[in-house]
């Protein structure tokens, strides 16, 4: 049975974001490019309270037994902070992305017609662990003239709840009303589910983490929803490759930030290469505490790697989002095998091949369905700051009219616009 003061009080938010999506759709640039200035000073004015708070959902992380790599994703460090201040302020610098005319014509009967970009209107953000996620989507909303709507996860309650209040308090000395930015504080599951089913006050819905989260709001939701996220991401080494460049990448997209959705969960690596390639990169993977989840031939080959980790991989394996320090590899008889691998078993996120056969390479790319595909590069570059786009409201591994890095276009709609002088229908 729903609970009729959690409903009451989630639509209490929807609606006051509603009615302020109004008046954030028609501000100017400056006065939003002003808005998101004030809101990183105000979360550097009360960065003391926001470290207090995120202390406190550490030691809950602690005594809840939480993994290392799930507590780095509710870990606020002065360098997160500081790139959390930076990401609103460099979005305040971007092109206002409404009004953007994105094409004109002109009908024979004389009409003009313009494609008019607009916001989407009031979008609904739910998340898990990572507070950075707080100020990157109400910064993005904001920007492109929505009002946003949050709802976090449990384990950075304290931590989501005092970044909201410093960018209310910032929003207060601006033209933007303080209720453009909600914040669901009850955590109860059904407050989701409330939450994605206002289709009269809600435009849009992204939910950003696990699989099952993304799940059940894709099943439950009545509002359009943007999957994201789900990363069971994988490099592909191929017999072409060179095998220091592919060492670094390998160990670059695996362990640079583990836990997030754009480093690799598997490793394919060519059957012509693999006796060379794999004792090279055991020693690194040693070095940085990856385990290995691996195929017969990888553990044959790799058994006498010291102190390496290794244990047979399962079919489970090369199906999971590890989001830790731990790698499944496979070894490939050649391109084909590799291709309907990541069709198996990828999630349509972010994909790569490490090879100098420049062939290779391209088929690759052609065949490989997903959000970013590379050649000779790291997954880890799947993110808005590294496409150029500033903060990004999440990785959309959908194929609508956003796919990959979300950033301000991509939370517009459009309309079209017609001028005329006097025309009829016949």
Not at 287 to 300: F, M, P, S
Not at 343 to 365: C, M, N, P, Q, V
């Amino acid at each position: 049975m729903m609970n009729n003061d959690l409903k009451e009080y989630v639509t209490s938010k929807t609606r006051a974001a509603k009615q302020a999506s109004r008046k954030c759709s028609i501000l100017s640039a400056e006065e939003k490019k002003q808005a998101l200035k004030r809101m990183g000073e105000a979360i550097w004015d009360q960065r003391r309270q926001i470290f207090q708070a995120n202390k406190a959902d550490l030691e809950n992380a602690l005594n809840n037994g939480l993994s290392s790599a799930k507590q780095d994703r509710l870990l606020i460090t002065d360098r997160r902070l500081e790139d959390m201040i930076q990401g609103l302020n460099s979005l305040a610098e971007y092109n206002d992305p409404v009004g953007e005319v994105i094409s004109s014509f002109q009908r024979p009967n004389g009409l003009k017609i313009e494609k008019v970009r607009v916001p989407f209107g009031v979008i609904a953000i739910i998340y898990e662990s990572r507070p950075n996620v707080t100020a990157d989507a109400a910064g993005l909303a904001i920007k492109a003239g929505n009002a946003v709507v949050l709802r976090g996860g449990k384990e950075a309650i304290h931590s989501n709840q005092a970044l909201v209040r410093a960018m209310t308090d910032g929003l207060a000395k601006t033209a933007i009303p303080v209720e453009a930015i909600q914040f669901i504080e009850r955590t109860e599951r059904d407050s989701i589910d409330i939450l994605i089913r206002e289709k009269n006050t809600v435009d849009l819905v992204i939910p950003r983490g696990g699989a099952g989260l993304i799940r059940r709001v894709v099943k439950q939701a009545h509002v359009p929803v943007i999957e994201t996220g789900v990363g069971n991401c994988h490099i592909y080494v191929h017999a072409s490759a060179d095998l220091d460049m592919a060492r670094s990448v390998v160990v670059n997209a695996k362990t640079q930030r583990p836990s997030v959705c754009n480093a690799i969960e598997t490793l394919l690596v060519d059957q012509e290469i693999a006796d060379e390639y794999l004792p090279r990169l055991g020693k690194d993977l040693v070095a940085k505490g990856v385990q290995v989840r691996g195929c017969e031939q990888t553990c044959r080959i790799l058994q006498d790697q010291g102190s390496l980790e290794i244990e047979p991989a399962s079919e489970e394996d090369y199906a999971t989002e590890f989001l830790d320090l731990i790698l499944a590899v496979k070894v490939v008889k050649g391109l084909e095998e590799a291709v309907n691998h990541i069709r198996k078993y990828g999630t349509l996120h972010s994909e790569a091949i490490i090879a100098e056969d420049a062939s290779a390479a391209d088929a690759f790319l052609n065949r490989v369905d997903a959000a970013a595909v590379y050649h000779n590069a790291s997954t880890r570059f799947t993110d808005g700051a590294e496409f150029g786009f500033g903060a990004e409201m999440g990785i959309s591994t959908q194929k609508m009219h956003a796919r990959g890095p979300m950033g301000l276009r991509e939370l517009t709609s459009y309309k079209y616009v017609i001028r005329g002088n006097g025309q009829v229908r016949e």
